[in-house]
């Protein structure tokens, strides 16, 4: 699932927010982000099953390589 971020304005001015395709607590970021943007403040939440699931990160293996150097003192 990509990620998105989905928003209802009320008449009244209330807004709702919900996070989607965004594991861990990373999604809190995308809320205050948008409590930024809006000048707005949080007076309620509840979190998703996706809040609770620990994203999976993909790590490239990268080689290296070392190179050992010897160095005369001068004096």
């Known amino acids: 699932m990509a990620k998105q971020l989905r928003i209802q304005i009320f008449q009244d001015g209330q807004i709702q927010a919900e996070v989607l395709g965004v594991k861990g ?9 948008l409590e930024e943007l809006l ?9 998703t099953s996706e809040y609770y699931e620990t994203e999976e990160v993909q790590i ?4 290296s390589n070392s190179i050992t150097m ?3 003192e001068v004096r």
Do not use: H, R, V
Not at 25 to 33: E, G
Not at 60 to 63: A, F, G, P, T, V
């Open 60 to 63: 490239d293996e990268i080689q």
């Open 39 to 47: 000048e707005a403040e949080i007076i309620e939440s509840e979190y």
């Open 25 to 33: 607590k990373k999604c809190t970021d995308y809320i205050s982000l």
């Open 70 to 72: 010897n160095t005369k």
